[in-house]
């Protein structure tokens, strides 16, 4: 498995597909692999509990089940997950990923990429929690790593086959002191 080529630092693996939520109080690495989908890390920098989500689209409709393949379930869950191991929500802090536009349609504002991206970015403004650092949209698949008790992240874009080995390992923050990494 290419991302165990990176130094977890003794920390098992966690990976999570769509639906999927998972938050740790001990140190973990939580893996998944995003198309047009969104992850979103929180970490509260205090307790050092984090943890990330999975989620296909914005939400369902409206007779749908609570379902965390929808953002909608999958934020509330996510917050919940890291209150309850520990983590004041006044110190959440966030990095978002995915919303790639991977498929071969014409691309449009109301696309599931952009939809995914605006409907994480807004749903984070309006809880208050602040967006440290993101990595989304463009035209390539994501391999995300996140430390959920350092914050650290890295992200490996995907090539239309799969991982592409031949990146170098590169840091790029989105903002100053964002601690993502391409790798």
């Known amino acids: 498995m290419t991302s165990r080529r990176f130094h977890t630092e003794g920390r098992p693996i966690e990976s999570i597909h769509i639906g999927g939520v998972h938050a740790s109080s001990t140190p973990v690495v939580i893996r998944t692999i995003l198309g047009s989908c969104i992850s979103v890390c929180l970490r509260d920098p205090i307790s050092k509990v984090g ?13 749908s089940l609570i379902c965390t393949s929808y953002g909608v379930h999958a934020m509330e869950l996510l917050i919940n997950q890291c209150m309850q191991m520990g983590a004041d929500r006044r110190n959440l802090e966030a990095k978002v990923f995915g919303g790639g536009h991977v498929l071969r349609t014409r691309e449009t504002q109301d696309s599931v990429p952009k939809s995914n991206i605006r409907f994480a970015k807004s749903f984070l403004l309006t ?57």
Not at 53 to 61: A, C, I, T
Not at 146 to 151: A, I, M, Q, V
């Open 51 to 63: 943890g990330m989500n999975h989620f296909m689209l914005p939400e369902g409709r409206e007779n």
């Open 127 to 183: 809880e208050r929690i602040p967006i440290i650092s993101d990595n989304v949209g463009g035209y390539a698949a994501r391999e995300v790593l996140f430390f959920s008790d350092t914050g650290k992240a890295l992200i490996r874009k995907l090539a239309e086959t799969g991982i592409d080995e031949s990146l170098p390992l590169v840091i790029e923050p989105e903002r100053e002191d964002s601690n993502v990494t391409l790798f």
